[in-house]
């Protein structure tokens, strides 16, 4: 009896991809009575980060977003911080959603969803999200102190809801367990940058195609 060889024979018949995109790279400035922003980011970066808007802890989180996604990310930010952190916090969310949907364009060739359980000590936190093209957050943060700092705590949902509404992903973030509100600040942010490489990443199995089965996001 003759056997065929499935291994060979398929590989025969798979097409070849050729798998170099575009430069995924976006700059957007945003500027406002209230504050002025730029930001850049390069999606098949190295990890490296320059973040000075004014809010040291904010700047903190910009650099877990970008070591831990392998996004280098540059966000220079000006505003009205002896009103409060609101307006800035805010605007670098939506310029940075922005800058994300910009470098990503038609989405072509990406995993699309993403998912990381971030651990920091007593910590743990789940975040789950999808560059479906249709704004949503689920927030389940219950983070027990007003401030981390001179970060107001609030805040955090504000900087996710500004970049879900302009990059038009869905967004789940559950908290699974922590105490202490820097931790789980921090392991959100982490867990966020992980499930965002995922998303981002190319899929060589399919290629140059939009991943929906509607043909487009």
Do not use: W
Request: with cysteine; proline share 4%; aromatic share 6%.
């Amino acid at each position: 009896m003759q056997t065929r060889d499935f291994a060979a024979t398929s590989s025969e018949k798979l097409p070849s991809f050729n798998l170099e995109l575009p430069a995924r790279m976006a700059s957007v400035s945003r500027k406002t009575g209230e504050t002025d922003v730029q930001v850049s980011l390069n999606l098949d970066g190295q990890g490296t980060c320059s973040a000075a808007t004014g809010i040291p802890f904010l700047d903190h989180m910009l650099h877990q977003i970008s070591s831990h996604g392998l996004i280098d990310l540059d966000v220079q930010a000006t505003g009205d911080l002896e009103i409060d952190d609101h307006h800035t916090n805010e605007d670098v969310g939506i310029t940075l959603g922005q800058s994300l949907a910009k470098a990503l364009g038609d989405r072509k060739g990406i995993v699309r969803f993403g998912h990381f359980l971030a651990p920091l000590d007593e910590a743990l936190v789940q975040v789950t999200l999808d560059f479906s093209g249709r704004p949503h957050l689920s927030y389940g943060l219950q983070i027990p102190t007003e401030r981390v700092g001179t970060y107001d705590t609030q805040l955090v949902r504000e900087f996710f809801v500004a970049i879900v509404n302009h990059s038009q992903m869905t967004l789940h973030i559950r908290q699974l367990d922590g105490i202490n509100s820097h931790h789980i600040i921090e392991a959100t942010f982490k867990a966020f940058a992980r499930a965002m490489r995922m998303a981002i990443e190319v899929d060589p199995r399919r290629a140059h195609t939009i991943p929906s089965s509607k043909g487009v996001l």
